[in-house]
């Protein structure tokens, strides 16, 4: 599979299908890319399959890169606990429900539409919405910074969960995070399969 079939597929969930894209420029963009085709010494379709290329490298990098391996810059079970406590009159009902749920999955992993339904949600995005929220509360009672993308745009989530992907995203709950709802008595110490 090429490069660019893996990352369709990774981006597409499809099973290894080609992907055609189209491009629509105007007239004005066409003229340029012509231009900078010929350039380059290039026909305008080998220029284009260039430029795809490049993007599609460039976005595998994002992808690839493991975002949330923050663990060394993540606080202690103890600080996290410390945190929920001062949280909780902003704790809502969603922030507890995901939280329980996760930590109630086996090795505290899930892909967001599975742990969507443990926590009684319909979308997955509610999993994303509810970990973001709290991530952002975490960083400012931590007074630090939220964790970043490569790209350098805020990874809130991140606070809470490393991501991983293998055809489809999973979240596993940092242990610090894990214990932290021990600590706090928010879940039982009952230990993942």
């Known amino acids: 599979m090429t490069?660019?079939?893996r990352l369709a597929h990774k981006m597409l969930q499809c099973q290894e299908e080609?992907?055609?894209?189209?491009?629509?420029?105007?007239?004005?963009?066409?003229?340029?890319?012509e231009k900078l085709a010929q350039l380059m010494g290039y026909t305008?379709?080998?220029?284009c399959s260039e430029l795809i290329a490049a993007a599609l490298d460039d976005m595998e990098e994002v992808i690839d890169t493991p975002d949330a391996?923050?663990?060394?810059?993540?606080?202690?079970?103890?600080?996290?606990?410390?945190?929920?406590?001062?949280?909780?009159?902003?704790?809502?009902?969603?922030?507890?429900?995901m939280l329980v749920a996760h930590y109630?999955?086996?090795?505290?992993?899930?892909?967001?539409?599975?742990l969507a339904k443990a926590a009684g949600y319909e979308h997955y995005g509610a999993?994303?919405?509810?970990?973001?929220?709290?991530?952002?509360?975490l960083a400012k009672?931590?007074?630090?910074?939220?964790?970043?993308?490569?790209?350098?745009?805020?990874?809130?989530?991140?606070?809470?969960?490393?991501?991983?992907?293998?055809?489809?995203?999973?979240?596993?709950?940092h242990p610090q995070v894990a214990e932290a709802l021990e600590i706090v008595g928010l879940v039982g110490w009952q230990k993942s399969a």
């Open 69 to 97: 391996h923050i663990d060394q810059f993540l606080p202690s079970a103890e600080e996290y606990a410390d945190a929920l406590i001062a949280l909780e009159a902003n704790l809502t009902a969603g922030h507890r429900a």
């Open 127 to 137: 999993v994303n919405l509810q970990y973001a929220r709290l991530g952002y509360l």
């Open 44 to 47: 305008k379709s080998a220029f």
């Open 141 to 173: 009672n931590f007074n630090r910074s939220l964790p970043t993308h490569t790209d350098g745009s805020p990874f809130p989530t991140a606070l809470l969960v490393e991501w991983s992907f293998d055809d489809v995203w999973y979240c596993t709950l």
């Open 104 to 114: 109630q999955l086996p090795n505290r992993t899930a892909t967001t539409p599975e």
């Open 3 to 5: 490069k660019v079939q």
């Open 18 to 33: 080609s992907v055609r894209f189209a491009v629509t420029l105007l007239p004005s963009d066409n003229l340029r890319l």
